[in-house]
């Protein structure tokens, strides 16, 4: 009986060093299962360790699983040409997104029919021999072109009664990358050591290696721009220990990634495949002619699971670049709010002082970040009335009656019925009418219209000259100035207003108020002013709304824009608008991108915006850099601005005006910031002329 058995266990293992389950025309020891898996493999001539970028990655080269886009399940399976034989595979891949591709795969080669006999010739029954492999395995790659990858192997045969497992372990390694700029024409290389530690099966009294085999490959994709159709190119040389070398080629056409034809040499084999694509499921078909043992058809079914990981990686980006647009703007809230509520207390407590120049430079802070506030309206009002009656007072207690009516009158303009204005217009005009250098007086009033008229302040010349006619109705040379200060008046007026309406009629309200305001300081207030004043006010609150709300809608948009830009690019010339980046300069523009982020959460704002800045020169759509930018550099203005460093914020204006030309928080920002210098020169000058 013992020897009955020891004869099957040597026809079997015969069997298996020839190879003749598989069809193979090698000489050495070689398993059946290295027939490998996947009609794709397989009609090209199963040149495919640096091209397979499917689950079956797994078996041809582990560290092509880095390559794999999606999950997918692969089935394969295939009758032998020994009859009887049966030769099976699945292979699942399950591609994360930061660590890389785990996988999972199964071969089973079964061959029944076995006559068993004893030392007498005499039937013991059929005996079925199994073997399997269990693979696990893992890829990833490293940048943009080095993949590296293992798989540890667990090979089981039976043998009649007899069985033992074994356990190897594969590695892997590919290195592909682009010819040129573009992404049209790409090369790479793959290595793989099939059985790096060898599996050994101990059956009977024989002890049975799996052999260790280098296999290197070489493959070429290429795109033809505008026929949606790609083609592969691929060659494999194998060898194995103890056994003759194998060489493999083979060549692909995919038109639009749906139908694909190949051929190929399989050790001088011809072969020959096609594959058709619908939807999540892809079906191949393989076939190899041999000359000896007759033809030998494939066949294999891959189902794709889930997103593409490019698709779950652009899903995650758009929740990423959302959560940091809302962590930017936030933030930038938070910060206007404060900065907006210290300049506000700034200047109450300056008024309650009696501090109004110091008053109306923080409530003009608080109305530069945010117009709206009408606290802080208020208390500009109340802090410019003071600044205007110390400025009269201080006229008439220096003896000049005549600009100090000027001044009172003109406080009566923006405040009617002040009654601290009144009572000095009252004590002006008295000194006026009994001074005895009337005519002096009547000159300086003159002078000062005439100078506010050049400085173009034409309501404040009018107010002047209004005085001085009431004190000389005969003076000749007012009633000529007062005629052309009414006419620069009226004609200033009427251009500011048709300036503002054209702002409004654009959905420029911050611009139409401003200009509204400028209106409002040449014309006077009145009526028809006070109504636009409001309906542009509410008008501007509806509209800020409405942005948000498709702000927050474009933020997807923009993203999915760029990105089919991106795809757009990847499939034209160099003729695009935009300069498609090379494999390093992508990189570079998303290793800024992430160092910029990481200095964003750590509230390292000067850091972020210089790394984002050179992403945004680099690639404007990138991700939504321009957006997070603007947020970044108004969250440092106010800072610049809040701590006198003018020349600084003026240039954070500048940068985000480079971005976004017409944003309005900049604009507001940059007027203010060089008045406030304007007014600092101001100050200065006159201390020196003193």
Known sequence: MKRAMSIVVVVALICRATGTLAGDDSHGTESPLTLGAGGRALGMGRATVALTSDATALYWNSARLGCVQQSELSLFHTELFVDGAVYSTAFLALPTLDLGTFAVGYQRKAVG????????????????????????????????????????????????????????????????????????????????????????????????????????????????????????????????????????????????????????????????????????VRLDYALRAD????????????????????????????????????????????????????????????????????????????????????????????????????????????????????????????????????????????????????????????????????????????????????????????????????????????ELLDRARAAAAAGDYDTALGLLVDTQRVLGKSTQLTALLSDWTAARSRSRHDRDVVRTAELESRTAAAAARTAVRSNTDSRAVHRTLSTDERREVERRYQAGFKSFQGGDFETATREWQAVWLLAPDYENIGDHLVKAYLYQIIGLYGSGNYAAATDRCRRVLEIDPKNDKALRYLARVQEEQSELEHIRGNGSAR
């Not at 601290?420 to 000062?448: K, V």
């Open 113 to 280: 029919g076995i006559d068993r006999r004893d030392d007498r010739n005499q039937s013991l029954g059929e005996a079925r021999d199994t073997e399997s492999s269990l693979l696990l395995g893992f890829g990833r790659t490293l940048g943009s072109s080095l993949s590296l990858g293992g798989a540890l192997r667990i090979l089981q045969q039976e043998l009649a009664t007899a069985s033992d497992v074994g356990i190897g372990c594969n590695l892997g390694l590919s290195y592909e990358r682009d010819l040129g700029a573009s992404r049209t024409h790409r090369v790479g290389i793959g290595v793989s050591i099939e059985n790096a530690l060898e599996p050994k099966l101990h059956l009977v009294s024989q002890d049975v290696a799996d052999p260790r085999t280098l296999k290197l490959g070489a493959a070429y994709t290429t795109a033809m721009t505008g026929a949606h159709l790609r083609w592969a190119f691929a060659a494999d040389f194998d060898v194995p220990a103890g056994a003759d070398p194998r060489f493999g080629t083979g060549a692909e056409c995919l038109y639009r990634d749906v139908l694909a034809f190949r051929a190929g040499l399989d050790a001088g084999h011809p072969t020959f495949g096609c594959g058709v694509a619908w939807r999540q």
């Open 291 to 494: 000359d000896a043992l007759g033809r030998n058809d494939r066949f294999a079914l891959a189902f794709r699971l889930g997103q593409r990981t490019e698709d779950r990686r652009a899903a995650r980006r758009r929740q990423r670049e959302s959560e940091v647009t809302e962590q930017l703007a936030h933030q930038l809230e938070s910060r206007e709010e404060a900065e907006r509520a210290r300049s506000r207390a700034a200047g109450d407590s300056a008024l309650a002082a009696q501090r109004y120049d110091d008053a109306v430079h923080d409530y003009r802070r608080a109305l530069a970040l945010d117009p709206s506030d009408a606290a802080a309206d208020l208390g500009l009002h109340n802090a410019e009335l003071g600044v205007a009656l110390g400025r009269a007072n201080a006229l008439f207690a220096g003896g000049d009656a005549a600009r100090a009516t000027t001044e009172f009158q003109q406080i009566l303009t923006g405040w009617p019925k002040e009654p601290r204005a009144t009572q000095g217009l009252e004590r002006a005009r008295g000194q006026l009418q009994s001074a005895a250098d009337r005519e002096r007086q009547l000159n300086a009033l003159f002078r000062d219209a005439l100078a506010r008229f050049t400085e173009s302040d034409y309501a404040g010349a009018e107010t002047a000259l209004t005085e001085l006619a009431r004190l000389d109705p005969n003076h000749a040379l007012g009633r000529e100035l007062y005629q052309r200060v009414h006419t620069a008046r009226a004609a200033r007026g009427s």
